[in-house]
């Protein structure tokens, strides 16, 4: 994912008289065009759409099912399980949002592409509780194969009209086909092998971006648009979170202990909210702004591929706090108290990426937020410890660390301004 600011330049008047209407929805007003070619649309002023959001809403479910899933089989294989899968389709999401980045035309075309990938998204959700070792195997290895293959088709009509790209289109491409073709072919074996090539094709077309930065030529990436898309990704994750609370006193029928622990709870979802859009996640997204090589470098991936553990830690932080809400006083299971612990180091680890990566300088993680994961680890290995207590430990620790976070980026901004 490479950035170039001679490109960029050269397309910045066209584009923007090109896509000045068309592309942005916000206005009730604006026509959509029938067909409008792809162009590299880095230089235009850009917001999410609400295409992307209603796109980002089939995602949702699909990670609401894997946690509805996980809270049945609570244990180490269904923690693997909900892990492989929410890495599909996190995975998914991706590859579609950084096509959207440089070529989104919103065009009608692209709006049926958009929704049909939808739609094949909305049968992942409807399979993922039983995708592994039960009958939806099929529907969601379909499901997926359809994004595959609905993606494909929007870099070729990307090839055919940007020429100037085709060498970084043609790796993207080619990644992308050659993992709907290894997930067919999943279909028609017998497990555990069929989850096994679905690795593997989620490895080839996770080593896309990271070639294309390596040997494709300049292709900028919107580094306004991308923060803005994965945040709202984010805070559609962690909207389980708050699903999970309000789950969890209903089901216990008011509880005070309950209770206590669901305002506890809420406490560190709102503190991990805190962390990455006032914190972490603002710091990084201002390093790759602040950079016009963030892509180029390579930064940039870093970003992209932070976001993993991140909204994977968020999405494992949802479950945990229900079962700790659903069982204040000591009948949590290892793997339910595990489940919140692991989530919230698993996101810091995620915070600690972006953030590294983004300066390419790893000490600005060292204390914060690095010193949080050995603590929370920690706190995941006092078995005799109440789930209530612990509860009281995480969120105490996590408001700790907002306020820790929010001294350490003032300072930060002061040492930037006298220097």
Not at 35 to 54: K, S
């Amino acid at each position: 994912m490479r950035t170039s600011a001679a490109m960029g330049n050269r397309r910045g008047k066209q584009s923007s008289k090109v896509h000045a209407k068309g592309n942005d929805d916000s206005g009730a007003d604006q026509s959509t065009p029938l067909v409008e070619p792809p162009q590299v649309r880095t230089e235009d002023d850009r917001a999410a759409t609400r295409l992307e959001l209603f796109f980002d809403l089939a995602y949702v479910l699909v990670i609401h099912q894997l946690a509805l899933a996980l809270k049945d089989d609570l244990g180490w294989h269904g923690v693997a399980v909900f892990v492989g899968l929410f890495a599909v389709t996190w995975w998914s999401w991706v590859t579609t949002t950084l096509y959207a980045n440089r070529f989104d035309t919103n065009d009608i075309l692209y709006r049926v592409a958009k929704l049909a990938a939808t739609f094949a998204v909305a049968v992942m959700a409807a399979s993922a509780s039983t995708a592994v070792g039960g009958d939806g195997t099929v529907a969601f290895g379909i499901g997926y194969i359809a994004t595959r293959v609905i993606l494909a088709g929007l870099y070729l009509r990307a090839w055919r009209h940007v020429a100037d790209v085709r060498a970084t289109i043609n790796l993207y491409f080619a990644a992308t086909v050659l993992s709907a073709m290894i997930w067919a072919i999943s279909l028609l074996t017998p497990a555990p092998i069929t989850y096994i090539l679905w690795a593997i094709g989620i490895a080839i077309e996770a080593m896309a971006p990271l070639a294309a930065t390596r040997w494709g030529p300049n292709v900028p990436l919107h580094l306004d648009h991308l923060p803005e898309r994965f945040g709202l990704f984010v805070i559609l994750v962690l909207g389980e979170s708050i699903s999970a609370i309000v789950l969890g006193m209903k089901e216990t029928h008011w509880s005070w202990s309950s209770l206590s622990v669901a305002a506890l709870g809420f406490t560190l979802a709102a503190s991990v909210w805190w962390m990455y859009f006032d914190i972490g996640g603002a710091e990084a997204k201002t390093e790759i702004q602040g950079d016009d090589r963030a892509v180029e470098s390579g930064r940039a991936d870093g970003y992209v591929y932070g976001h993993l553990p991140i909204t994977m830690g968020v999405a494992l932080l949802g479950v945990g706090i229900e079962q700790y809400v659903l069982h204040p006083v000591g009948e949590l299971t290892a793997a339910g108290r595990w489940v919140l612990c692991a989530g919230v180091a698993v996101f810091v680890a995620g915070v600690c990426a972006i953030l590294g990566s983004s300066s390419s300088n790893w000490k600005t993680i060292v204390p914060w937020p690095a010193l949080a994961i050995p603590v929370v680890l920690i706190v995941g290995l006092v078995d005799s410890a109440a789930p209530f207590a612990s509860a009281i430990v995480l969120a105490v620790g996590s408001v700790f660390a907002v306020a820790t976070g929010i001294v350490r980026r003032r300072r930060s901004a002061v040492d930037t301004t006298e220097t």
